[in-house]
């Protein structure tokens, strides 16, 4: 049994922890940015390429297929190549397949290239948290860090909106995917100069039966939430395909628990309750965060009538907030303590969903739409610092990049059932107003409002949870001072990170 390595109070030797983070950050912001980055050139895209109808959403669906199909994957795999092998492939293949995307002459080729960067950035999403992991220490140092981080992901999304709106109404919305050429090229040179080549942590073959299973689960899952748009929550369809993803999950648990010799998940970290709940929270508020993106976005554009470059713009308060929030997060926890800061941080961001839901047709700017952006954000901003600080608090390095998935994977799946639910939500709330003799755009206002009120309900969920299983500070620094030893045990075939 391997011996829990001793708590770090500084970055390896060598390691220039300021260049590390430059790099994750870079990559985050093109993993986030791509994800948002489309949505308003999708009309542009499809009168260019002749999309058929009904099948332009796929740009959107075969980046996030792939993304959340393959996240626990994409982590895992850094822990068994090595954290500088996976930065540069994932790098690579995005670079390659933006360029490909920009290039692309018909649909299908489109919807490819979205594909290969969906898959890049399954790989790159959990290196980034990984390499804060493994550089920073716990303490003060990697809640910094964790803050710039958050800032970055939660930011990202609003400036891909802005930036979408700027590249297709100034150039063309082939430069959606240009764009990502300069960030590769920045983000190569950093990794370059900062991650230093070492073994991989873990050795020993890949579980690949694990990987298939769990892969096949998440995707089927991601696909299954994504099509309720076409056919409802209760056709054979959709409840075939989520039965499909259920007893693909089981599988996957069964094998990782009873035969997996090295399994890609160690079933054993979810004990720690700063794991499990770290995980159940950012599910949460990625559904909160994302359906808040997606449908502010388009109260902008289908109820207030705002061009694509006016509806990217409106979002620099949210960006404003989140950065606020991400600052001033650790802050609040070290005087506060974890419970309070996320309690406090989720029930703000319902605050501020709520305050969406009194958008109509008639709301200004100012108070209507930049007040709750602001509150939202300052609230997702502290969240998701205190509770990335709060999941990744005594994890061994040779489990970082399982963590890291984990965390991404949680995300990522919460954002498309949170998405799923809640168009549903919306859409039914549409046709009763409709019914009722509401105009076309008082009844899609209808609708929005519904969805942002169940938005804030969720992330009130997310507070009780909170409440309840946070643990309080001295029960979190004792957890976090031998959960270090904790995870070593039965990590298997696990071997520290050796300099090559």
């Known amino acids: 049994m391997p011996e829990a390595a001793p708590p770090r109070t500084a970055a390896p030797p060598g390691v220039r922890p300021g260049l590390v983070l430059a790099t994750v950050s870079v990559c985050q912001l093109m993993v986030t940015l791509d994800a948002s980055i489309v949505n308003i050139a999708l009309p542009a895209m499809g009168e260019s390429l002749g999309f058929a109808d009904g099948s332009l959403p796929w740009v959107v669906n075969a980046y996030a297929l792939a993304f959340g199909g393959l996240l626990l994957l994409g982590g895992r795999i ?72 958050s800032m970055v992901t939660a930011g990202g999304s609003a400036l891909g909106v802005l930036l979408g709106g700027v590249l297709t109404d100034l150039l063309d919305w082939r430069w959606v995917f240009f764009v990502n050429a300069p960030i590769v090229l920045a983000g190569l040179l950093l990794a370059v100069r900062s991650v230093p080549a070492v073994r991989p942590p873990l050795t020993g073959r890949p579980d690949v039966p694990g990987a298939v299973l769990g892969t096949g689960a998440m995707t089927v899952l991601v696909y299954g939430l994504m099509e309720t748009d076409r056919h409802p929550w209760g056709s054979a369809r959709t409840l075939g395909t989520l039965g499909a993803a259920v007893l693909l999950g ?36 990625g559904a909160g965060m994302l359906a808040g993106f997606y449908f502010s976005s388009l109260f902008l554009q289908n109820v207030l009538g705002y061009g694509p470059l006016a509806a990217g713009a409106a979002f620099l308060p949210f960006c404003a907030g989140t950065a606020a929030g991400s600052m001033i997060a650790g802050r609040l926890t070290a005087r506060f303590g974890g419970r309070a800061t996320l309690t406090g941080a989720l029930l703000l961001s319902a605050l501020g969903m709520l305050w969406f839901g009194a958008l109509a047709l008639d709301s200004g700017y100012l108070t209507g739409f930049a007040g709750p952006s602001i509150v939202a954000g300052v609230g997702v901003g502290v969240c998701m610092v205190a509770n990335t600080a709060m999941g990744t608090s005594g994890v061994d390095p040779r489990e970082a990049g399982l963590v890291s998935g984990l965390l991404n994977a949680g995300r990522q ?46 992330l009130g969920v997310a507070a009780l949870v909170a409440v309840l299983f946070v643990p309080p500070r001295r029960t979190a620094e004792r957890s976090a001072r031998t959960s270090g030893a904790g995870s070593a045990e039965g990590s298997g075939s696990a071997s520290g990170a050796v300099p090559q």
Not at 90 to 115: C, D, E, I, K, N
Not at 263 to 271: D, K, T
Request: glycine share 12%; hydrophobic share 60%.
């Open 250 to 285: 089981l599988l996957f648990l069964l094998w990782e628990s009873r035969f997996a010799r090295a399994p890609i998940v160690r079933l054993g970290v979810l004990r720690a309750r700063t794991a499990w709940l770290s995980s159940l929270l950012v599910t949460l508020l």
């Open 78 to 149: 850094a822990d068994l190549v090595g954290h500088r092998r996976a930065l540069l492939s994932g790098l690579v293949l995005f670079g390659l397949a933006s360029v490909l995307g920009g290039f692309a002459q018909t649909p299908a080729q489109l919807v490819a290239a979205r594909a290969g960067q969906g898959v890049a950035a399954a790989a790159l999403a959990p290196i980034g948290l990984t390499l804060i992991m493994v550089t920073f220490a716990e303490g003060a140092a990697r809640a910094r860090a964790v803050g710039i981080w």
């Open 413 to 458: 799946c919460g954002g498309s059932i949170g998405l799923a639910v809640l168009s549903t939500v919306a859409v039914a709330a549409t046709r009763r107003a409709a019914t009722d003799g509401d105009s076309a755009r008082a009844a899609l206002a209808a609708g929005y409002d519904h969805a942002f009120v169940v938005t804030a309900g969720l």
